[in-house]
Protein backbone atom coordinates (compact mmCIF):
# COMPACT_ATOMS: atom_id res chain seq x y z
CA UNK A 1 0.00 0.00 0.00
CA UNK A 2 1.29 3.51 -0.86
CA UNK A 3 0.06 5.68 1.64
CA UNK A 4 1.30 8.62 -0.51
CA UNK A 5 -0.26 7.73 -3.37
CA UNK A 6 -2.84 10.77 -4.39
CA UNK A 7 -3.75 13.03 -7.17
CA UNK A 8 -5.62 15.17 -5.12
CA UNK A 9 -2.48 16.71 -3.50
CA UNK A 10 -1.12 20.59 -4.98
CA UNK A 11 1.39 19.93 -8.06
CA UNK A 12 4.59 20.99 -5.83
CA UNK A 13 4.09 22.17 -2.23
CA UNK A 14 5.63 20.74 1.07
CA UNK A 15 5.06 17.37 2.79
CA UNK A 16 4.60 16.77 7.17
CA UNK A 17 4.58 13.65 7.37
CA UNK A 18 4.73 11.87 11.13
CA UNK A 19 7.01 8.70 11.17
CA UNK A 20 7.40 6.55 14.64
CA UNK A 21 10.92 7.26 14.09
CA UNK A 22 10.74 10.99 13.04
CA UNK A 23 9.26 13.49 11.19
CA UNK A 24 9.76 14.74 7.96
CA UNK A 25 9.50 18.16 7.16
CA UNK A 26 10.41 19.05 3.34
CA UNK A 27 9.74 20.48 -0.40
CA UNK A 28 8.13 18.27 -2.87
CA UNK A 29 6.86 17.70 -6.36
CA UNK A 30 3.57 15.13 -7.18
CA UNK A 31 5.20 12.68 -10.05
CA UNK A 32 2.34 10.17 -11.19
CA UNK A 33 0.32 10.69 -8.00
CA UNK A 34 3.45 10.06 -5.33
CA UNK A 35 5.37 13.22 -3.89
CA UNK A 36 9.25 13.10 -4.72
CA UNK A 37 11.18 15.12 -1.68
CA UNK A 38 14.32 14.46 -0.39
CA UNK A 39 13.44 13.14 3.16
CA UNK A 40 15.38 10.39 4.86
CA UNK A 41 16.26 7.76 2.25
CA UNK A 42 15.17 5.09 4.84
CA UNK A 43 12.11 6.21 5.20
CA UNK A 44 11.16 6.29 1.66
CA UNK A 45 9.37 2.79 1.80
CA UNK A 46 8.24 3.08 5.35
CA UNK A 47 4.39 4.70 5.60
CA UNK A 48 3.71 7.42 8.32
CA UNK A 49 0.91 7.92 10.51
CA UNK A 50 -0.31 11.04 9.12
CA UNK A 51 0.61 12.92 6.01
CA UNK A 52 -0.27 16.79 5.20
CA UNK A 53 0.36 17.89 1.60
CA UNK A 54 0.04 21.35 0.96
CA UNK A 55 0.92 24.74 -0.84
CA UNK A 56 -0.50 28.26 -0.19
CA UNK A 57 -4.71 27.40 -1.34
CA UNK A 58 -4.75 23.42 -0.35
CA UNK A 59 -3.93 21.07 1.60
CA UNK A 60 -4.54 17.18 1.70
CA UNK A 61 -4.29 15.51 5.35
CA UNK A 62 -3.91 11.57 4.97
CA UNK A 63 -4.27 9.38 7.83
CA UNK A 64 -3.71 5.91 8.80
CA UNK A 65 -6.25 4.42 10.98
CA UNK A 66 -4.34 1.21 12.24
CA UNK A 67 -7.51 0.17 14.79
CA UNK A 68 -9.81 -0.11 11.53
CA UNK A 69 -7.13 -0.82 8.68
CA UNK A 70 -7.91 2.28 6.58
CA UNK A 71 -6.87 5.31 5.83
CA UNK A 72 -8.34 8.57 5.07
CA UNK A 73 -7.80 11.61 2.58
CA UNK A 74 -8.97 14.70 3.51
CA UNK A 75 -8.95 17.15 1.21
CA UNK A 76 -8.79 21.47 2.42
CA UNK A 77 -8.66 24.49 0.54
CA UNK A 78 -9.09 27.49 0.70
CA UNK A 79 -12.23 28.35 -1.66
CA UNK A 80 -13.85 26.56 1.35
CA UNK A 81 -13.30 29.21 4.00
CA UNK A 82 -14.30 32.04 1.60
CA UNK A 83 -17.66 30.28 1.82
CA UNK A 84 -17.88 29.61 6.08
CA UNK A 85 -18.63 32.03 8.23
CA UNK A 86 -15.71 34.47 8.59
CA UNK A 87 -16.38 34.48 12.72
CA UNK A 88 -15.34 30.99 12.69
CA UNK A 89 -12.06 30.64 10.67
CA UNK A 90 -9.16 31.94 12.80
CA UNK A 91 -5.79 32.16 11.17
CA UNK A 92 -2.80 32.05 12.84
CA UNK A 93 1.35 31.90 11.93
CA UNK A 94 3.24 29.81 13.59
CA UNK A 95 7.46 29.34 13.40
CA UNK A 96 8.94 26.90 12.15
CA UNK A 97 12.11 25.38 14.14
CA UNK A 98 15.11 26.81 12.93
CA UNK A 99 16.66 22.62 12.51
CA UNK A 100 14.06 22.84 9.65
CA UNK A 101 14.60 26.49 8.05
CA UNK A 102 18.68 26.34 8.16
CA UNK A 103 18.92 24.99 4.57
CA UNK A 104 16.77 27.60 3.45
CA UNK A 105 14.11 25.48 1.73
CA UNK A 106 11.34 25.48 3.83
CA UNK A 107 9.67 28.82 5.23
CA UNK A 108 10.46 30.16 8.75
CA UNK A 109 6.50 30.23 9.14
CA UNK A 110 3.32 28.50 8.15
CA UNK A 111 0.05 29.83 8.21
CA UNK A 112 -2.52 27.37 10.19
CA UNK A 113 -6.29 28.62 9.51
CA UNK A 114 -8.35 26.99 12.47
CA UNK A 115 -12.36 26.03 11.12
CA UNK A 116 -14.63 26.25 14.22
CA UNK A 117 -18.25 25.77 14.59
CA UNK A 118 -21.09 25.54 17.33
CA UNK A 119 -22.23 22.42 18.78
CA UNK A 120 -25.92 21.41 19.36
CA UNK A 121 -25.08 23.06 22.98
CA UNK A 122 -23.90 26.41 21.59
CA UNK A 123 -20.29 25.18 22.70
CA UNK A 124 -17.68 26.25 20.31
CA UNK A 125 -15.02 23.43 18.83
CA UNK A 126 -12.51 23.23 16.75
CA UNK A 127 -13.56 21.49 13.91
CA UNK A 128 -10.74 21.21 11.51
CA UNK A 129 -7.66 23.23 10.33
CA UNK A 130 -5.97 23.85 7.19
CA UNK A 131 -1.89 24.41 7.05
CA UNK A 132 -0.84 26.45 4.38
CA UNK A 133 2.88 27.78 3.54
CA UNK A 134 2.23 31.50 3.94
CA UNK A 135 2.23 32.70 0.33
CA UNK A 136 5.93 32.77 0.88
CA UNK A 137 6.80 32.20 -3.04
CA UNK A 138 9.32 29.75 -1.95
CA UNK A 139 7.64 26.97 -4.02
Known amino acids: MNLFLT ?12 YPERLVFEPYVLREGVPVFEGCEALREAVPQECHLFDDNREVRIIRRES ?29 KPEYTATGRLPGKLKIINRYRYTEYDTLTLDNYRISSLNTGAL
Do not use: W
Not at 7 to 18: D, F, K, T, V
Open 7 to 18: RNAPARGYILAY
Open 68 to 96: VGDTLELILTEEEERGMDPDLVFPEEVLV
